[in-house]
């Protein structure tokens, strides 16, 4: 053996070379049901990089939680270096209930890095960073758009970080964008702690999506294999680089109404492209909504009832918006990675 020491986690001890799940107590429901964060913990054989990725800190974003699903069956970490610890379900809670929220209706990923004697999602946010984000090198953190909207799978950077730039470009997203931290968030904290957190969102909240979940899988593993810890065999490899833009800009509904969509996620834009329209019921006031730059759609509502003001389209300005959507038919394009023939 390498006389590579075990990996220890919440009192357990995970041996070189073996994998097992752990629960870390958080607290009891009123009646009397424990609840915990589960990790599970692949040790490898040989020393590298602590990695984690995490899920569904937003209780409603489930699509994190299927690609860390599909993450621990892929056969490129059966002979992993390194430690690779995975969160498929960080805010039980909001889960169980459907909801990005915790039951206090605090957001976690607004609380961090929390205090152990704080809300129910300060103390949830400190037991994570204590016995997970403490312990890595570098985490992904698996995020989607909110209910009634869809997001293409993109990495959002911290700017002027320049390791998680050369992160983000293995990954492979179709898009990438810059997102100044927030206060109270997994990121901020995770930084302040020296720990760089990559920002994956894709998919849309309490819906799978096929896309979202292959782009989400195939650029954890390139960001393990960039890392040293799996070799390139399993790996897809990236097709188009990412696009990088500059920023990015939603278009609102300029009345209430019944809106209609004709832009889907991932189609370049131009000035002058008509993304969508609004009317009232019998179709005697119609309003259009007009894009004003070069760029790629990466978000919009599903909604088809809107109020004025409501977020409707999410679009990231960039001159490359027809190399970024060739790399979205390049996700959809590729073999998914499942041990057996099956689909969302």
């Known amino acids: 053996m390498s006389g590579r020491e075990a990996f ?6 995970i041996e070189v070379g073996t994998r097992r799940t752990v629960d870390v107590p958080v607290s009891t429901l009123s009646d009397h049901t424990p609840v915990n964060l589960s990790v599970h913990v692949i040790h490898g054989r040989k020393p590298g990089p602590v990695i984690f990725v995490s899920a569904a800190v937003h209780g409603d974003e489930v699509i994190g939680v299927e690609i860390v699903r599909r993450l621990l069956r892929a056969k490129a970490l059966k002979s992993m270096a390194g430690t690779l610890m995975a969160i498929p379900i960080v805010n039980t809670f909001g889960f169980h209930n459907h909801s990005r929220y915790l039951p206090d209706r605090r957001d976690l990923n607004r609380c961090f890095p929390g205090v152990s004697e704080g809300s129910m999602a300060s103390r949830l946010a ?4 204590e016995e997970v984000v403490r312990r890595a090198d570098v985490g992904i953190d698996l995020h989607s758009a ?4 869809l997001n293409l799978p993109q990495i959002r950077l911290t700017p002027g970080n320049g390791r998680l730039a050369e992160l983000g470009r293995a990954f492979g997203a179709p898009v990438m964008l810059p997102s100044k931290l927030r206060e109270g968030s997994l990121r901020m904290a995770a930084e302040a702690a020296g720990v760089d957190v990559l920002l994956y969102e894709g998919g849309e909240g309490l819906r799978f999506d096929e896309l979202a979940a292959r782009a989400g899988v195939s650029g954890i593993l390139r960001v393990m294999q960039h890392l040293k810890m799996i070799g390139g065999k399993g790996v897809p490899k990236v097709r188009h680089a990412p696009v990088l833009a500059s920023e990015s800009h939603w278009y609102r509904a300029p009345a209430g109404g019944v809106f209609r969509g004709y ?16 009317s009232d019921p019998f179709g005697e006031a119609e309003s259009e909504v007009v894009c004003d730059r070069n760029g790629i759609v990466i978000g919009r509502s599903n909604m088809p009832t809107v109020y004025e003001g409501d977020a409707l389209f999410h679009v990231a300005d960039t001159p490359r918006a027809d190399h970024a959507a060739e790399g979205v038919s390049a996700h959809m ?3 998914p990675l499942f041990d057996e023939d099956e689909i969302i």
């Open 8 to 13: 220890k986690l919440n009192g357990h001890v």
């Open 126 to 129: 400190h037991i994570f960073m």
């Open 146 to 149: 909110a209910i009634h909207r």
């Open 263 to 278: 832009v889907p996620i991932g189609a370049a834009v131009v000035p002058g492209t008509v993304l969508g329209a609004i």
């Open 333 to 335: 394009e590729a073999a």
